[in-house]
């Protein structure tokens, strides 16, 4: 099986015409081939705008971002699960899944389905389905475009917390059979704790990295003290950050 590829982010500037100070200066981040790496930080401080750089969305800066060697807007598109859902709504939920990979078979998207757990919605639309269901085509979309790499923006925004433990571990899953490597975008510190291998805690602006943290204990071992510790240190860093005058 492929594992996921290596990202080496080396941005020099990356700024907004309507921002005084850039929103990327000479940030440097680089992410292990099959690892699970949280961006934490409150909303605005740039995860959302470091994804759309990852994934050659946005090409407006200056610098390299490159996966397994290959500038990011050159590379195969990486598995991208936005802040909702974002299906179509006129299509069922296996035709949401071929429409954004034209090579995608039926049975293929079947399958794709199923993994998520979602076994007989197959011609289901999006007004039928709630919104966890909803996550979870959109989860299955994301690694049927590319299981190798996947960013996630905010997966479980708006999403009551017991329907996020369910979809969570359909993500843990799906995470140790493909073997991807991930960049999860929160701004919970209890999702990094339960997904992540490493959590990159970020802020201020020019965003800068003000911690850089990686877990011993590996995701499918912890327990609830193990993460419930791991919150308490991205928490802590993050009120240290907040108790900084302006």
Avoid: C
């Avoid at 289901?124 to 996550?135: D, I």
Wanted: aromatic fraction near 4%.
């Amino acid at each position: 099986m492929a594992r996921g590829p290596q990202l080496n982010i080396a941005i020099r500037t990356k700024r907004f015409d309507t921002a005084h100070a850039p929103l990327f200066s000479d940030f440097a981040l680089s992410v292990a081939p099959s690892s699970v790496v949280a961006l934490v930080g409150p909303s605005g401080v740039g995860k959302s705008s470091l994804l759309r750089l990852v994934a050659g969305i946005d090409t407006a800066y200056e610098g390299r971002i490159a996966i397994d060697g290959v500038a990011a807007a050159e590379a195969p598109p990486a598995g991208f699960v936005f802040q909702d859902a974002r299906l179509l709504p006129w299509l069922s939920a296996s035709e949401n899944i071929r429409a954004v990979r034209a090579a995608t078979t039926e049975d293929e998207a079947v399958a794709a389905l199923r993994r998520v757990g979602l076994s007989g919605f197959e011609t289901s639309f999006p007004h039928q389905l709630s919104g966890g269901m909803q996550r979870r085509v959109a989860l299955a979309r994301a690694f049927s475009v590319n299981p190798r790499l996947l960013l996630l923006d905010e997966p479980f925004v708006s999403l009551d917390r017991s329907l996020v433990r369910d979809i969570q571990s359909v993500l843990k899953d799906l995470i140790a059979t493909h073997e991807p490597t991930v960049l999860l975008v929160t701004h919970l510190a209890e999702d990094a704790a339960v997904l992540a291998d490493r959590a990159v805690v970020l802020a201020d602006r020019p965003v800068r990295i003000v911690a850089d943290m990686s877990f011993a204990v590996p995701r499918d071992e912890r327990t609830p003290g193990d993460i419930v510790a791991i919150v308490a240190e991205i928490e802590g860093v993050q009120a240290g950050q907040q108790a900084i005058p302006a």
